[in-house]
């Protein structure tokens, strides 16, 4: 049947608990008629108590810990997410990584954590500008899938996601050329390393908007997007969802 594409929203540090649901409730409203894409909102912890969803329309926390619970002040588990209904959980974000020190093995951890409860994880990797300049780009994300899989041999209902750093919230997106060799050399490691990779979704993120939604979701290996800056506004956001459907309903 092939992946069933996904428009993902994180909020970052933004909306709070009633303004997150009111937005949820209106993009479900306005977005009836999606059949064919899976759409996801990564709120802050706050917004995730009993966020009221239904399929297509998902829920997902922005991290979290991989211990179940313990003296680990200001941390989430990952039981505790799912009580609150979500099914995804967003790991190695490049904020979590350049801001906040992640390190590969902590993501690995995660990841681990996420599966085990029966959660989906996100996983984020891409790389800085510096990397991409001195031709490292491959090797990254080789490095960065390597580590944060590792001891993973089956993940299939779950979501990597490319963010080049450079591209996230700058308002520069890779070139259609970049974004092509980025997803099949993520292809192509998950296929050395897991079993049933073909299942696993590649999004594309950093500075998607409804402007170049169009042209990127069309990009061979493009399985749907991380939104940030975009995800935050009614009309950017559901008006990238549509183009994916669109472009979607087309293919079948
Ligand atoms: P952006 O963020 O769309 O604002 O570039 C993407 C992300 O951080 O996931």
């Known amino acids: 049947m092939g992946r069933v594409p996904i428009v993902a929203g994180n909020w ?27 759409i996801i909102f990564a709120p802050p912890f706050t ?26 002040t200001g941390e989430v588990s990952v039981s505790m997410i799912k009580e609150c209904g979500a099914k995804y959980v967003i790991i190695g974000h490049s904020e979590r990584r350049h801001i906040f020190g992640e390190l590969d093995d902590w993501i690995n951890k995660k990841l681990k954590a996420i599966l085990n409860v029966g959660l989906s994880p ?16 491959e090797q990254i994300l080789y490095e960065q899938l390597d580590e944060g899989l590792r001891g993973i041999t089956n993940f299939e209902d779950c979501v990597i996601a490319y ?45 998607v908007n409804s402007a170049n939604a169009e042209d990127l979701i069309q990009i061979e290996g493009v399985d749907g997007f991380l939104i940030g800056g975009a995800s935050l506004q009614l009309d950017s956001f559901t008006s990238i969802a549509r183009t994916v459907e669109m472009v979607q309903e087309k293919k079948l």
């Open 12 to 38: 970052k540090m933004n909306k709070n608990p009633e303004e997150g649901f009111s937005f949820v409730d209106e993009v479900q409203n306005l977005l009836l008629e999606i059949k064919h894409v899976s």
């Open 163 to 207: 963010e080049p750093v450079w591209a996230i919230g700058t308002g520069v997106t890779a070139d259609n050329e970049q974004v092509r060799l980025a997803h099949s050399a993520i292809r192509d490691i998950l296929k050395n390393k897991l079993k049933g990779s073909d299942d696993v979704h590649i999004l594309y993120g950093g500075s």
């Open 47 to 72: 917004g995730l108590f009993e966020m009221n969803v239904h399929p297509p329309f998902y829920s997902a926390a922005q991290n979290c810990h991989w211990e179940s619970n313990g003296a680990f």
């Open 122 to 137: 996100i996983l984020c990797v891409g790389e800085t500008i510096d990397q991409r300049d001195k031709g490292q780009t």
